[in-house]
């Protein structure tokens, strides 16, 4: 056995998830190759040679590589999996790895596995299914696996190694004429909702937009993502990117906190994972309370400012 | 230009799931069912586009048993011209297997943009765009939160990604996933209900497509999820800070 990671990168650095899904592999064999693609990506692959559990790094460096465009990695894939045997494909389940893998998977008439977040044997993996709200456990009768890994679900890999670095020359290898228009970061100086360590999230019981401000000093202090429940996104309290739940943003933080929300089936699917959930809610038979470590029951107009004045 | 729109029946995004006793899936039966709320988007996306007179016609594509003719009928009540079922012994099929079938339809229909959901919420695979964009060997645009036609045909689309919204031009045809800040849905109106059931729906034997469906992929079997251990109520602000610095530890 032997497993070809797909790092994603930005060319200047490795993005954490490509740390994941290399523990995610080693959990498989021992025998773990990266592929990194993309153009002037020297200080990208300085870091990832530091990644443990990694026996080689394939560079592919080539102008129009630059940006992730689905098409042009996986034609430099397939021209790479051409001169080499690999039994396991794996790609963080980010929306990097979800938009490239399938297209991988396509090409070499595999069915993909997609986000898992455990790993059996071999061949056998557990994904979760309907949000979270159950766990399938599947078996690829593939002869490659190609899987995304779920990077919440695997700690980063240790970084004290110095891995070898072969570049990989594809230059007859097809560029697709797709054009990269380009990519407007974030702004928020909150993190990514997806990524975040601790999240605060309102509901209906903010009553409406205005007052989602007294969640933002919270959010200032502990230094969280701010994110919604579908009601108040429904109630136009805020916008459809601060959605968390089933049709939204699936996430796993170290602490979510929800404030006036009532708990919602779409809800808790979207934050099961989290490793803490303290909820605060008028109502005490709010279901939020059955899934929270913490619960208070109080009126939050009351409760915000003195917990952000405690914090 | 014409789109091909596809709809998957799944399990309505507001009933609890249940996994079956014998842990070979998730009860489907007496459960409500409605259109996968992604492809609802996508429905809604390619009637817009019919408004403004971009696009002149509308297919609703959907693979299922015959249930799945609901499923379309909403979409066609939603805007859609006509529908096409494929329709399966009810069941479960591989993404790559759901590509290969909507290719054979798309060669026959020949369609300049293919519109479907970023995922399912039920099997949530996320594949389904990207393979069959694959398998047309054309252009995909996954994730799509704007979508613009432009004067030259090509189409410009903003994409949610991670750390923020990544806008690429694509040409025709092309395969667009829906992400939830796309658009709203709407609802349809009684009398484009009643519009739509004298709408037409060919239906097709899967088996007639000459495609070999073949299981790749093995369900051993479906459990909950690890439960979460019981929480415990505090009485104040003083209590829920100290319990969150020191037993939970996380701020």
């Given at each position: 056995m032997k497993i070809l990671i797909i790092v994603e990168h930005n060319n200047d650095s490795v993005k954490p998830s490509t740390y994941s899904t290399i523990t995610a592999a080693s959990k498989i064999s021992n025998k773990i190759d990266a592929l990194m693609i993309g153009y002037n990506n020297d200080s990208a692959i300085d870091e990832l040679?530091?990644?443990?559990?990694?026996n080689k790094i394939f560079k592919i460096n080539k102008?129009?590589?630059?940006?992730?465009?689905a098409e042009n990695f996986s034609n430099h894939i397939l021209d790479f999996l051409k001169n080499n045997d690999y039994s396991h494909i794996l790609t963080p389940s980010s929306t990097f790895g979800k938009n490239l893998s399938p297209k991988i998977a396509t090409e070499l008439d595999v069915q993909q596995i997609s986000d898992?977040?455990?790993?059996?044997d071999s061949d056998t993996f557990e994904r979760p299914i309907y949000a979270g709200n159950a766990i399938a456990k599947v078996k690829s009768l593939d002869k490659v696996k190609v899987l995304t890994v779920r990077p919440t679900c695997f700690e980063p890999c240790g970084l004290s190694s110095n891995v070898e670095v072969e570049t990989v020359i594809l230059d007859n290898t097809e560029v697709s004429t797709i054009s990269y228009e380009g990519l407007d970061e974030s702004k928020s100086d909150r993190p990514e909702l997806t990524s975040a360590k601790v999240i605060i999230s309102g509901g209906?019981?903010?009553?409406?937009?205005?007052?989602f401000k007294l969640l933002e000093g919270i959010a200032d202090k502990l230094g969280a993502a701010m994110g919604a429940s579908r009601a108040a996104v429904d109630a136009g309290?805020?916008?459809?990117?601060w959605q968390v739940g089933q049709t939204g943003k699936i996430v796993a933080p170290d602490l979510y906190v929800a404030v006036g929300?009532?708990?919602?089936i779409q809800h808790i699917a979207g934050i099961k994972d989290s490793k803490f959930i303290a909820s605060i809610n008028k109502?005490?038979?709010?279901?939020?309370f059955n899934f929270s470590d913490y619960g208070l029951v109080a009126d939050l107009f009351e409760i915000l400012p003195e917990l952000e004045k405690k914090l | 230009m014409k789109a091909l729109v596809c709809v998957k029946r799944v399990i309505d995004y507001n009933v609890k799931i249940r996994v079956k006793m014998d842990k070979s899936g998730v009860e489907t039966d007496n459960v409500k069912m409605s259109m996968n709320p992604f492809d609802e988007i996508a429905v809604e996306e390619a009637v817009k586009m019919k408004e403004s007179g971009i696009i002149n016609e509308i297919i609703i594509l959907s693979i299922g048993a015959d249930t799945s003719q609901e499923t379309i009928r909403t979409g066609l009540a939603m805007g859609g011209d006509r529908g096409i079922l494929i329709k399966t012994d009810g069941q479960d099929l591989d993404p790559l297997n759901i590509g290969k079938i909507i290719k054979v339809v798309s060669e026959k229909e020949n369609p300049d943009l293919i519109i479907l959901g970023k995922?399912?919420?039920?099997?949530?695979?996320?594949?389904t765009g990207q393979i069959l964009a694959t398998l047309l060997n054309c252009h995909q645009a996954t994730f799509a939160s704007k979508v613009e036609v432009n004067s030259d045909k090509s189409i410009s689309v903003t994409r949610e990604v991670d750390g923020g919204l990544e806008t690429i031009k694509v040409s025709l045809p092309c395969v667009i996933t829906t992400d939830l800040r796309l658009n709203e849905p709407r609802y349809a109106s009684l009398p484009n209900i009643m519009k739509a059931k004298q709408k037409k729906i060919e239906t097709l034997d899967?088996?007639?497509?000459?495609i070999k469906l073949d299981?790749?992929?093995?369900?051993?079997e479906v459990n909950d999820p690890p439960s979460r251990k019981p929480g415990v109520m505090v009485n104040d602000v003083d209590s829920l800070i100290e319990k969150l610095k020191n037993e939970a530890k996380v701020i």
């Open positions: 040679k530091k990644s443990d559990h990694l102008k129009g590589l630059e940006n992730p465009i898992i977040i455990s790993i059996i209906r019981g903010m009553q409406n937009g205005d007052n309290f805020v916008p459809n990117d929300i009532s708990g919602a109502d005490e038979e709010a279901p939020i | 995922q399912a919420i039920d099997d949530d695979c996320n594949q899967v088996n007639d497509l000459s299981k790749r992929v093995q369900t051993i």
